[in-house]
């Protein structure tokens, strides 16, 4: 049994914590006095300051529109691996491209014409592009180029006749890009046209710049 004592010390003590209680919620700041001294910290804009970016965020909207056309005018680009300034790669644009394949084309002189495209993927991939049918062979020494299987074949200029015996005199258009231009990889590389090239009955095209 409780004593009358600790009962009334114990309703006091519960009627003084609501008073105290009520007493907090009146003094505690309300929601929207809150949000209003936060609205009052954030930083304002001058009114040239926001013209300015209004005006860099109209101009990346057109560089953005203006790209996303250029995506869509340019699909029928072909799309190679990422150039390698260490292996001297120096990927032709579409117009390049696309001339030198004609003109590769414009070489085969039968049905039967074969096109091996010695350090130029570029031109591989343009002539798989608008005549498949001259079956292009890339020669390459970058194994990324590997992705296109039967097509590819290893070549390192050092090893100018290291290929695989099908291919020897088995084309009747070579095009050679030199990774470089001095005399002794132009030598090796000219090995390397002998080996493929038809003979007798064989084109070259040796590009550089």
């Known amino acids: ?11 006091a003590a519960a009627k003084s914590n609501q008073n105290g209680g009520a007493q907090r919620k009146q003094n505690a700041p309300k929601n929207d006095d809150v ?9 304002m804009l001058s009114s040239q300051a926001l013209a300015a970016l209004q005006e860099f965020l109209s101009e990346q909207n057109q560089t953005s529109e203006t790209a996303q056309n250029k995506t869509e005018s340019d699909s029928d680009e072909v799309a190679l691996v990422s150039e390698d300034w260490r292996l001297s790669q120096f990927w032709y644009d579409a117009v390049t491209a696309e001339t030198v394949a004609q003109e590769a084309v414009s070489l085969c002189s039968d049905s039967d014409s074969r ?6 993927p570029t031109l591989y991939a343009y002539l798989k ?15 990324r180029f590997e992705q296109y299987g039967s097509d590819f074949a290893f070549y390192d200029y050092n090893q ?3 290929l695989p ?3 020897k005199h088995a084309f009747s258009v070579v095009v ?3 990774p470089y ?10 090995e390397t046209v002998s080996f493929l090239a038809r003979p007798g009955d064989s084109k070259l095209l040796l590009l550089t710049g």
């Open 1 to 11: 049994m409780t004593h009358p004592c600790i009962q009334a010390t114990a309703a």
């Open 181 to 190: 231009l001095s005399k002794e990889c132009l030598e090796k590389v000219s």
């Open 176 to 178: 050679v890009d030199p």
């Open 129 to 143: 592009k608008i005549r498949p049918e001259v079956s292009p062979k890339i020669l390459e020494y970058d194994m």
């Open 165 to 167: 015996l099908e291919l």
């Open 115 to 120: 096109v091996a495209c010695i350090a130029c």
């Open 35 to 43: 949000e209003v001294e936060e609205d009052d910290d954030r930083p």
């Open 160 to 162: 100018p006749q290291d």
